[in-house]
């Protein structure tokens, strides 16, 4: 069973707060993403990293950003969240190599006011 | 630059028929992956099925087979013997060094 983790699953803010999303996986994988889900379901790719203090942004421009301190953690943090920030986060992990299944967590449902 | 697209947005389909989604991408790669996942509704996406580009030969898992037409860069997905539980947000994914994933088509499965 895949073990990656996200917290909160909802977090409703007030504009111009400074948010933080945790994503977490026991499974050793190298390589972690997130995306972006809009409501009509759309996923984008936002951030992705392949090991320790190694971070690229994805295809869709956003105002996160995240680090990569341990393998195991990737927290995407919002300096100052907008109501334009709001959709579901979805992190995801795998091993190196574009054969690997990637291994999603449950989503975290961001709602700024 | 990659892209994936996939033109159905809805699809339906009844109980124990068959049903065929559509995915096209585009890549200057000659080495990429293919994938299909599924997310059910609220709840977490799961790998359906892939296919390794240098592959001729189409994957199948069960009742999930795919259709790869490398040329035409086209590869759908085809399940037999549709479920209730198959209904879901289907996403066809490509990967070269990162994952992109289409649109995806939701699936409705009728009784």
């Known amino acids: 069973e895949a073990d990656i983790y996200q917290t909160p699953r909802y977090l409703v803010i007030g504009t111009g707060k400074k948010i933080t999303l945790e994503c977490s996986q026991t499974m050793g994988h190298d390589k972690m993403y997130w995306y972006q889900q809009d409501p009509g379901m759309e996923l984008h790719l936002i951030h992705y990293?392949?090991?320790?203090?190694?971070?690229e942004k994805g295809d869709l421009s956003s105002e996160s950003t995240v680090s990569r301190i341990r393998t195991e953690h990737f927290p995407l943090t919002l300096e100052s969240a907008r109501p334009s920030h709001t959709s579901q986060y979805l992190c995801?992990?795998?091993?190196?190599?574009?054969?690997?299944?990637?291994?999603f967590g449950p989503g975290t449902r961001l709602t700024v006011l | 630059a990659q892209t994936v697209t996939q033109s159905q947005p809805e699809m339906s389909v009844q109980e124990a028929e068959t049903v065929t989604l559509s995915c096209t991408y585009d890549t200057s790669e000659s080495d990429y992956y293919l994938f299909w996942y599924k997310q059910p509704p609220s709840r977490q996406m799961i790998l359906v099925i892939r296919?390794?580009?240098?592959?001729?030969q189409n994957a199948t898992e069960n009742r999930f087979s795919v259709n790869f037409q490398k040329a035409a860069k086209s590869f759908s997905l085809k399940i037999s013997d549709s479920q209730l539980g198959d209904a879901a947000m289907y996403f066809c994914?490509?990967?070269?060094?990162?994952?992109?994933f289409g649109t995806g088509t939701r699936l409705q499965v009728f009784p």
């Open positions: 296919q390794e580009a240098y592959k001729q």
């Open positions: 994914g490509l990967n070269t060094d990162k994952l992109i």
């Open positions: 990293s392949y090991g320790v203090n190694s971070t």
């Open positions: 995801a992990s795998s091993e190196s190599g574009g054969w690997n299944e990637q291994f």
